[in-house]
């Protein structure tokens, strides 16, 4: 079977890497001539475990990566993972959804026969109208929402909770059978396949992804409640998540949540129902309680200060907006470096991962204000380096910094406290070494 992915960034490279490894012949498509020019070399243009090592695996055998559309003429199946950022008004944007489509109909033979996949998260209703664009050609179209988490995509590829696959009508077998063959490995493997209509398929992406924010922002709300009354969130949320109706995960209080999907599909999803004039009360509130907690935290570092944080210096630690990425959109610990330089602080950054630093650099380094880069910020690749003299160390990225030499940072440090805004440290062994610990909701 001959596939074409058209877009291969996130979602788009690991579906290429991954059906190619199934053995299929795979091309990725994309008009980003650099990314191209890097991927035909095998080398991979994010970070994400084990990516590396399947591109070397494929590249140029059975998987090829071209600018060109040509190989949809000769493909049985093209599927769409261009992105559908979020508009100003928080609906998604469907410019490149669309102009893909157009662009592919001029290599297609209208008698012959294709499906196209819609992997790109997509409000309802679109998969209908890309059927409509191809009302004269042997096309079907099929809704494929895809639930990757970034650090752990390959992983969730090839361990999927289930195959979501959406179709015009279920009568018509034709599409069906193809893409149970696309997914046979998954089939073998027992996962179970939710075989439904378009409308249907395309909300279960967006019912899941609210879903888990609001479990968030929930936990999060709860967490200002704990943090006044003197209660601890994270022996609440455990015991939460100790009854299997609740389930234990998603419920970490901290800064919340970021990335590429939970804000933009809480607001898409917000907008899907203002069009439909039904009231989306409970999502609504998700979002706000999210935007407001980043707020809720940074004031309750000002406190500490007096409100003063002018001239302060901080050790921001975690610029991605969750660990193992690069990945710094919608990242908390960048909405809390503003915040701080902002109102004057100085602030020093740190992540693990080098490309995240990269990125961070990036987004400063434009700015010519006070807060650029390497005037008010700066970002380092030690650890020590950046608690070395700093008023406080504020945790944004829930990585294990129980592991760091909390011995050696307490010597390095001018001010030895510390406001964990992931719920990461043990708190009792930080306290005992004599910092001043700050959670959130404990
Ligand atoms: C998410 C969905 O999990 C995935 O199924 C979908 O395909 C894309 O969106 P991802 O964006 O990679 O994946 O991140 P995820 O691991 O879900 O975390 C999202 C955000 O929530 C992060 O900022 C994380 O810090 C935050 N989070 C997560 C919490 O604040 N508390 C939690 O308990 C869990």
């Not at 992997?119 to 998969?127: A, E, I, Y």
């Not at 998540?241 to 590429?260: C, E, H, T």
């Not at 919608?330 to 991962?353: C, M, N």
Request: proline share 2%; aromatic share 12%.
């Amino acid at each position: 079977m001959r596939i074409s992915v058209l877009g291969v960034g996130y979602v788009g490279l690991i579906l290429s890497v991954s059906l190619a490894d199934f053995g299929f012949e795979v091309t990725g498509i994309d008009i980003d001539n650099k990314k191209i020019d890097k991927l035909k070399r095998g080398k991979s243009v994010l970070h994400e475990d084990g990516l590396n090592k399947l591109l070397e695996k494929h590249v140029n055998k059975n998987l090829t990566f071209t600018t060109s559309y040509e190989s949809v003429t000769s493909s049985d199946i093209i599927f769409l993972c261009v992105g559908t950022p979020q508009n100003k008004n928080g609906e998604a944007n469907l410019n490149f959804l669309f102009s893909a489509a157009d662009k592919i109909k001029a290599y297609l033979d209208r008698k012959e026969y294709k499906v196209i996949v819609i992997k790109s998260t997509v409000p309802v209703g679109t998969n209908r109208k890309i059927k409509e664009l191809f009302s004269d050609y042997n096309i079907d179209v099929v809704s494929n929402p895809e639930f990757l988490r970034e650090g752990i995509a390959l992983q969730d590829f090839f361990n999927p909770k289930r195959i979501v696959l959406g179709f015009e009508s279920l009568k018509n077998k034709r599409p069906i059978i193809l893409m149970e063959e696309v997914y046979n490995y998954f089939k073998e493997k027992d996962v179970p396949f939710i075989i439904t209509k378009w409308e249907t398929a395309e909300l279960i992406k967006y019912a899941s992804n609210a879903f888990l924010a609001t479990k968030i922002s929930y936990v999060n709300e709860l967490s200002k409640l704990a943090d006044k009354v003197g209660a601890d969130i994270k022996i609440i949320s455990h015991s939460m998540g100790l009854d299997p109706r609740i389930g234990n995960k998603f419920l970490n209080a901290g800064i919340g949540y970021g990335g590429s999907c939970f804000p933009k599909d809480v607001r898409a999803l917000i907008r899907q129902f203002e069009d439909n004039r039904v009231e989306p009360t409970l999502i609504k509130a998700t979002d706000k309680v999210n935007e407001e907690q980043i707020i809720w935290f940074f004031n309750k570092i000002k406190e500490y200060f007096n409100n003063n944080i002018n001239q302060k210096t901080f050790a921001v630690l975690g610029l991605a907006f969750k660990p193992n990425t690069d990945d710094l959109r919608e990242s908390r610990g960048i909405k809390l470096i503003d915040l701080l330089l902002k109102e004057g602080a100085i602030v020093k950054g740190f992540d693990y991962v080098e490309k995240a630093r990269e990125n961070a650099i990036n987004i400063y380094k434009s700015d010519k204000s006070e807060a650029s880069y390497g005037y008010n910020l700066y970002i380092l690749d030690n650890i020590y380096e950046t608690v070395k003299d700093v008023d406080g160390i504020v945790i944004t990225t829930e990585y294990n910094f129980n592991k760091e030499d909390w011995e050696k940072i307490k010597k390095l440090i001018k001010n030895k406290v510390v406001f964990d805004g992931r719920n990461t440290l043990d708190a009792g062994k930080i306290k005992k070494l004599g910092f001043e610990y700050y959670g959130v909701g404990r």
